[in-house]
């Protein structure tokens, strides 16, 4: 059975509302953020490649709307002149009907030309979306840099790594404008990470210009205790030079000179008012002179006092073996009497021979084991 015509100036109505929906959705596309965005002329790159098709795609959608355009104009017109009811409805249908030059009938063409156009604002969306992400980084980069140059300025510093992010964020702003598809998120992540070290050098420096009277205060003290560990290693140098002889020789000390001159530095660094980070770099610098100076300082003690240590040992174990042979037939020993008075002799005269002494005693315990 024969399917019946459709009532002809019904389906050019639904035609022409059909092609009036598309044309106005093109219209408004048109005049979207998105689609103004692409029509800059310095575009280039990847953004310009992409937008030239989409471009060309939209010339086509005009070019294709204004043929069925054109031809329902045309049928509207003669439907004016001529009822198309009746015994004309076949043939005006078929004309109304008809394929356009790439084989669609009028409504097919009209649904993929909605299609074609519902996937051009995607990828424009796409594109504007990339650019809205890309600028909110931006932005933010530029906030953090408006941020740490006040900062910096404030410690009255040039710090490289804001100038570098500066410098990236500019060029980024450029791209933004010409190729926006190039911004990668690798690219945008990046701009956070040199913001982020710009941040964190500002807040380094922040905390080192606070700290730097704390550790002024430091080592002030770390002063007055090395001329305090100067003059200790003084005596002790001097009562180990005196009292212990033999093989032993006391490590000498620094000139005296060498402590004048971190003294010195040390009330250089405390008129410097003006330039904080020179005052940091000049007290660090000192720092270092005066660690080594007390380390060296100490292992000078250490060697000598472990000389005057092992003497008092040597006593206290001479001591204890008197007091051992007191109570055997070692008494009356004459030998071995005149043996604890030899190392007695030469644990408590100056200068003592360590190593006679604890040979004396060497043989004190083998006669006290006999």
């Given at each position: 059975m024969r399917r019946p015509l459709p009532e002809p100036l019904d389906l050019l109505a639904r035609f022409e509302r059909d092609l009036a929906a598309l044309?106005?959705?093109?219209?408004?596309?048109?005049?979207?953020?998105?689609?103004?965005?692409?029509?800059?002329?310095?575009?280039?790159?990847?953004?310009?490649?992409?937008?030239?098709?989409?471009?060309e795609a939209a010339r086509d959608l005009w070019i294709r709307v204004g043929e069925i355009d054109q031809r329902?104009?045309?049928?509207?017109?003669?439907?004016?002149?001529?009822?198309?009811?009746?015994?004309?409805?076949?043939?005006?249908?078929?004309?109304?009907?008809?394929?356009?030059?790439?084989?669609?009938?009028?409504?097919?063409?009209?649904?993929?030309?909605?299609?074609?156009?519902?996937?051009?604002?995607?990828?424009?969306?796409?594109?504007?979306?990339?650019?809205?992400?890309?600028?909110?980084?931006?932005?933010?980069?530029?906030?953090?840099?408006?941020?740490?140059?006040?900062?910096?300025?404030?410690?009255?510093i040039t710090e490289p790594r804001v100038q570098q992010c500066r410098d990236r964020m500019e060029q980024l702003e450029s791209i933004l404008v010409t190729d926006p598809l190039s911004l990668t998120s690798e690219v945008l992540i990046e701009l956070e990470q040199l913001a982020g070290d710009a941040i964190a050098s500002i807040d380094r420096l922040e905390s080192d210009q606070q700290d730097l009277d704390t550790d002024y205060q430091a080592?002030?003290?770390?002063?007055?205790?090395?001329?305090?560990?100067?003059?200790?290693?003084?005596?002790?140098?001097?009562?180990?030079?005196v009292k212990i002889g033999g093989a032993f020789a006391a490590s000498v000390l620094p000139a005296p000179r060498l402590?004048?001159?971190?003294?010195?530095?040390?009330?250089?660094?405390?008129?410097?008012?003006?330039?904080?980070?020179?005052?940091?770099?000049?007290?660090?610098?000192?720092?270092?002179?005066?660690?080594?100076?007390?380390?060296?300082?100490?292992?000078?003690?250490?060697?000598?006092?472990?000389?005057?240590?092992?003497?008092?040992?040597?006593?206290?174990r001479l001591m204890a073996y008197r007091a051992k042979s007191s109570n055997s037939s070692l008494v009356e020993d004459q030998e071995f009497a005149s043996l604890v008075q030899q190392a007695r002799h030469e644990l408590y005269t100056a200068p003592t021979d360590l190593d006679l002494a604890e040979q004396y005693l060497a043989e004190i315990a083998e006669r006290l084991t006999l």
């Amino acid at each position: 059975m024969r399917r019946p015509l459709p009532e002809p100036l019904d389906l050019l109505a639904r035609f022409e509302r059909d092609l009036a929906a598309l044309k106005a959705e093109l219209v408004e596309s048109e005049t979207s953020a998105s689609y103004l965005m692409l029509l800059n002329e310095n575009l280039s790159g990847e953004t310009l490649r992409q937008a030239g098709g989409a471009a060309e795609a939209a010339r086509d959608l005009w070019i294709r709307v204004g043929e069925i355009d054109q031809r329902l104009a045309n049928l509207r017109e003669r439907a004016d002149q001529k009822d198309p009811r009746g015994k004309h409805a076949a043939q005006f249908v078929e004309d109304l009907i008809a394929p356009l030059r790439e084989g669609l009938t009028p409504e097919a063409a009209i649904e993929a030309m909605g299609d074609q156009h519902a996937s051009l604002c995607r990828w424009a969306e796409e594109v504007h979306t990339i650019w809205t992400q890309a600028l909110a980084t931006i932005d933010a980069a530029r906030h953090d840099l408006v941020d740490v140059t006040t900062r910096a300025e404030q410690l009255g510093i040039t710090e490289p790594r804001v100038q570098q992010c500066r410098d990236r964020m500019e060029q980024l702003e450029s791209i933004l404008v010409t190729d926006p598809l190039s911004l990668t998120s690798e690219v945008l992540i990046e701009l956070e990470q040199l913001a982020g070290d710009a941040i964190a050098s500002i807040d380094r420096l922040e905390s080192d210009q606070q700290d730097l009277d704390t550790d002024y205060q430091a080592a002030a003290r770390q002063q007055v205790e090395l001329q305090s560990l100067y003059r200790r290693a003084e005596i002790i140098r001097k009562e180990a030079t005196v009292k212990i002889g033999g093989a032993f020789a006391a490590s000498v000390l620094p000139a005296p000179r060498l402590l004048a001159e971190i003294a010195s530095q040390f009330g250089e660094i405390g008129q410097h008012h003006t330039d904080w980070q020179q005052k940091r770099f000049m007290l660090e610098r000192w720092q270092q002179l005066a660690a080594r100076l007390q380390r060296q300082l100490e292992r000078i003690n250490q060697h000598n006092e472990a000389a005057l240590q092992r003497r008092e040992e040597l006593r206290g174990r001479l001591m204890a073996y008197r007091a051992k042979s007191s109570n055997s037939s070692l008494v009356e020993d004459q030998e071995f009497a005149s043996l604890v008075q030899q190392a007695r002799h030469e644990l408590y005269t100056a200068p003592t021979d360590l190593d006679l002494a604890e040979q004396y005693l060497a043989e004190i315990a083998e006669r006290l084991t006999l």
